[in-house]
């Protein structure tokens, strides 16, 4: 099929290049003339295990293309919107610029039978005003939504052989058929793999995502809080996770205790469901929502307590190694990153802070060049007065404590993620605390 992408951020180049990888004829758009370039030449502009790759093949099969210009979608009947749609300053709602933008540029170049998908995470309701306004045009154009559902580290995976697809069709037999056969073509090595599908309305199709986002924030916080009082109780909420995860009604993924979850997408997705249920005069329906925030944002604040407790009451002018500035492993996004938040209160505590990460070094040093950064890890730990592992990715997983004690001044490691084995590091002279671990 020849299907447009509008907006080649995270989620559009990712779309972009897998849809053209599956064998479909691609053209990426974007406002950006320095990202078209990076793309157009194979070039992904963020960190994402396995997109330079399809990048390259599928750009060097003549499948895909990216451009500036949107006139350049006038041959693409599937149309996938995926643009960002931030947090408003100063407020949680969604800022609907660039989605709103987005339709306008393509209105002009739409034709009868094309059909405009939506991706982006959008209140509820937007849908069908967008609806409207390309109906009210005369294009004869459909619109449908089709939340995303990518982990970052797993999106090439996510899109190619997604664990679900979800369509919001249109209403009215004729329309809903003719936009679920066009999605049924762009999807048809995934449906034909057996990949569940739900059908359904704009409305709900939209709530899929926020809710989606808003119950896995609400497990990652629970454990969060059950840590907080495992920390008083003397108690290890580790072992209090695995207990818990064997009943099959609450499972053990994402009952990991830790310093809490950010990116671009969760923090800012819980934020807007909240603004938007206000509106909707619901507001007290996701009023827990706040909360769940509230203690993801304490857990960084704890973080910063145990290491002010390891040094003795006073960070002052101590190193302090930071392993990981990216808000998860396999990734370079430091978008409210928990990581990076930790080492700036750090470094205004006035700790001389040494950061380090596989990928997420460039995009910190925009973001705070005031903090000290190091490439390599043994560099970051030597003289280190405590150790802070901050993001999980496997070589710090895999550090031996043993050689790691050679490096530091003092042997003293804050587990912010709980994925270091207590016994090993202090077997090897380590004073070790986790998260809710005793």
């Not at 059909?115 to 509820?124: E, F, H, I, N, R």
């Not at 939340?147 to 069709?169: K, N």
């Not at 819980?270 to 925030?293: H, M, P, Q, T, W």
Request: aromatic share 6%; charged share 25%.
């Amino acid at each position: 099929m020849k299907i447009s992408v509008i907006g080649c951020g995270y989620l559009g180049a990712v779309h972009a290049a897998s849809l053209a990888e599956l064998g479909h004829e691609v053209i990426g758009i974007d406002v950006d003339a320095a990202k078209v370039r990076d793309l157009a030449a194979g070039q992904a502009p963020f960190f994402e295990p396995g997109l330079g790759e399809i990048l390259q093949s599928a750009s060097a099969s003549g499948r895909l293309r990216f451009s500036t210009d949107m006139s350049e979608v006038r041959d693409a009947q599937v149309h996938f919107v995926a643009v960002g749609t931030p947090q408003t300053r100063g407020g949680g709602a969604a800022d609907l610029t660039y989605v709103n933008a987005a339709i306008e540029g393509l209105l002009p170049h739409l034709s009868a039978g094309d059909l405009v998908v939506g991706k982006s995470t959008v209140p509820v309701g937007t849908a069908a005003r967008l609806a409207a306004r390309i109906d009210e045009s005369g294009s004869g154009a459909l619109l449908a939504w089709n939340p995303e559902f990518l982990r970052e580290g797993f999106a090439v995976q996510d899109t190619i052989a997604p664990d679900r697809l979800v369509y919001g069709l249109p209403p009215g037999g004729e329309h809903r058929e003719v936009a679920k056969r066009l999605l049924d073509e762009v999807y048809a090595t995934a449906l034909g793999k057996g990949t569940p599908l739900v059908e359904t309305d704009f409305a709900t199709a939209e709530l899929v995502k926020v809710a989606a986002n808003a119950f896995l924030a609400t497990k990652i916080s629970f454990i969060n809080a059950m840590a907080e009082i495992a920390e008083v109780a003397d108690a290890d909420v580790t072992a209090l996770a695995d207990a818990i995860g064997y009943d099959p009604r609450i499972g053990r993924r994402f009952l990991n205790a830790g310093i809490g979850f950010g990116g671009g997408c969760l923090p800012k997705d819980i934020r807007a469901f909240s603004a938007r249920a206000e509106e909707l005069g619901r507001g007290e329906s996701v009023a827990f929502l706040k909360e769940i925030d509230a203690i993801n944002m304490r857990r960084r604040q704890r973080m910063v307590e145990l290491v002010t407790e390891a040094l003795g009451g006073q960070v002052y002018q101590k190193k302090v190694a930071v392993l990981g500035l990216a808000f998860k492993p396999d990734s370079d996004d430091v978008r409210d990153s928990p990581a990076l938040d930790v080492a700036v209160q750090l470094n205004g505590l006035g700790a001389h802070v040494i950061a380090t990460d596989p990928k997420a070094i460039p995009n910190s040093i925009r973001l705070h060049p005031q903090l000290g950064f190091a490439t390599d890890t043994d560099d970051a730990l030597h003289g280190a007065d405590v150790v802070v592992l901050v993001t999980e990715w496997k070589d710090y997983r895999e550090l031996d404590p043993v050689a790691t004690a050679e490096l530091v001044r003092s042997k003293v490691i804050i587990d912010g993620r709980n994925v270091l084995d207590p016994v090993a590091w202090r077997a090897a002279g380590w004073t070790y605390r986790g998260m809710g671990r005793p």
